[in-house]
């Protein structure tokens, strides 16, 4: 079946540092969509990408969609203690909306 | 914003109880999925259901059903709680875009 896999698996920054965490999956994606999880809370959506070599932002975050559309990249410039969590990538799998989730990246920072 | 309310933050059930979680959205989304959540494991799909009556299994169905009488609300139900089943659960829904997670219940089974 499909798989969806991240790394690093931790990623531990001192703050002020950029962070980047991969995504790959094993099948052709039709989106890719980014989650944030707060220790101690769920996951919140942050974004879709749809097109092949997309790149998008939010403030400090960029993310960007491969070419073949089966990887994709969360970069965080100058981290700071907010950005602390898990950041998962999720692609869909046949229909309906339902997502294979990657195995995350725990980032945390160092003060 | 799309609100998604599980019932319990916290539950500790005994081995061999039926349990009940619930999940209740606010925005009128076809869609709602059940995950269970655990260290080194990530997001699991338990069970999805696109419409009201209608459910499909996902990954790791075994031990559970569901219930989603009305389109605001998917129930899930453990039919008889063991310890493997101790985790976090969180409900999501969706139409066309990304998950709308509730909150999550921590179930312990004692």
């Known amino acids: 079946g499909q798989q969806v896999m991240q790394i690093p698996q931790y990623q531990h920054v001192q703050e002020g540092e950029d962070f980047t965490t991969y995504c790959n999956s094993s099948?052709?994606?039709?989106?890719i969509q980014w989650y944030k999880q707060r220790p101690g809370g769920h996951p919140v959506f942050l974004i879709q990408l749809v097109k092949s070599g997309e790149v998008k932002k939010q403030k400090r975050l960029t993310f960007q969609f491969g070419e073949a559309k089966k990887n994709s990249s969360l970069h965080i410039t100058a981290t700071q203690t907010t950005d602390v969590g898990t950041y998962f990538c999720?692609?869909?799998?046949?229909?309906?909306?339902?997502?294979?989730f990657g195995t995350g990246t725990r980032l945390t920072i160092i003060p | 914003d799309v609100k998604v309310t599980q019932s319990s933050r916290y539950l500790v059930k005994r081995t061999g109880e039926k349990v009940f979680l619930e999940c209740v959205q606010d925005?009128?989304?076809?869609?709602m999925f059940w995950y269970r959540q655990d260290p080194g494991l990530g997001l699991r799909l338990i069970y999805f259901?696109?419409?009201?009556?209608?459910?499909e299994k996902g990954d790791i169905p075994e031990g559970y059903s569901v219930s989603r009488e009305k389109k605001e609300r998917f129930s899930l139900i453990l039919e008889s709680a063991s310890t493997n089943q101790t985790s976090m659960y969180l409900c999501?829904?969706?139409?066309?875009?990304?998950?709308?997670f509730g909150s999550g219940t921590r179930l312990t089974v004692v």
């Open positions: 999720a692609g869909p799998r046949g229909g309906n909306e339902k997502l294979t």
């Open positions: 925005m009128d989304h076809e869609n």
């Open positions: 099948t052709t994606l039709s989106n």
């Open positions: 259901s696109y419409d009201v009556k209608m459910k």
């Open positions: 999501a829904s969706s139409y066309l875009s990304g998950y709308t």
